[in-house]
């Protein structure tokens, strides 16, 4: 069974530093996919990034990255130049072949002033 | 906007009652999700629709039954409601099944069974 698991319940960080978000999973599978997703006190789940497992670059969006340990079946969320609107539930999913998407316990970011 | 809307968005029932939830799309994607939040516990899985009046269950389902006449509509019924199925409730849909098809959510409904 895929499972995913993110170790840290909360996290804070200074506006304009830098934070790294853990994430890993496990799984026999060779092609899935990973995905960090946002969620504001508004509730909506707002997709922040994606990997495609087979790629073994790394995905960047503006601010957000991430780095992909394939083999150690790691997927950590990088954000640069923290703001305070990135203040929210950020969770891990991953998605593989004739199965749903399953989710990470999730890791409450707060970005101080 | 995705073109998922989920109702009611806050919703207060008593232990005991029928509550449905609703979610509508207007993608024509085949394939509609139910989730719930918990705290410490993510998202997970309680049923999913493939096609219409083709469902089945997830990782949550005990409690739960839901419905799909319509491809737009999926319902999602808790029989008799009890506190331990206070949580947010998302819907999902995705074009098809597989890695490369990401999901789009509704924007959730909070359910509190008092």
């Known amino acids: 069974a895929q499972t995913v698991t993110q170790s840290q319940p909360e996290m804070s960080v200074q506006e304009a530093e830098t934070v790294t978000l853990s994430c890993t999973y496990d799984t026999s599978e060779n092609n899935y996919y990973l995905f960090w997703y946002k969620q504001p006190p508004s509730r909506q789940m707002i997709l922040v990034i994606r990997q495609e497992a087979y790629k073994q670059q790394n995905a960047t969006e503006n601010r957000f990255s991430v780095n992909f340990q394939k083999a150690a079946k790691s997927f950590s969320l990088k954000i640069s130049d923290s703001q305070l609107g990135d203040t929210a539930m950020y969770f891990c999913?991953?998605?593989?072949?004739?199965?749903?998407?399953?989710f990470g316990a999730g890791t409450r970011l707060t970005v101080k002033p | 906007d995705a073109g998922i809307t989920q109702s009611p968005r806050h919703k207060v029932t008593e232990t005991g009652t029928p509550v449905t939830l609703r979610c509508h799309q207007t993608e024509n994607h085949r394939y509609m999700y139910w989730y719930r939040q918990d705290p410490g516990h993510g998202l997970r899985l309680i049923h999913y629709?493939?096609?219409?009046?083709?469902?089945d269950k997830g990782e949550v389902s005990d409690g739960y039954s839901v419905s799909r006449s319509k491809t737009e509509d999926f319902l999602l019924t808790l029989e008799s409601a009890t506190s331990s199925q206070t949580s947010v409730y998302f819907c999902a849909i995705s074009e098809s099944q597989g890695p490369n098809y990401g999901y789009t959510f509704g924007s959730g409904t909070r359910l509190t069974v008092v």
């Open positions: 999913a991953f998605i593989s072949n004739n199965n749903d998407m399953r």
């Open positions: 629709s493939y096609g219409v009046k083709d469902t």
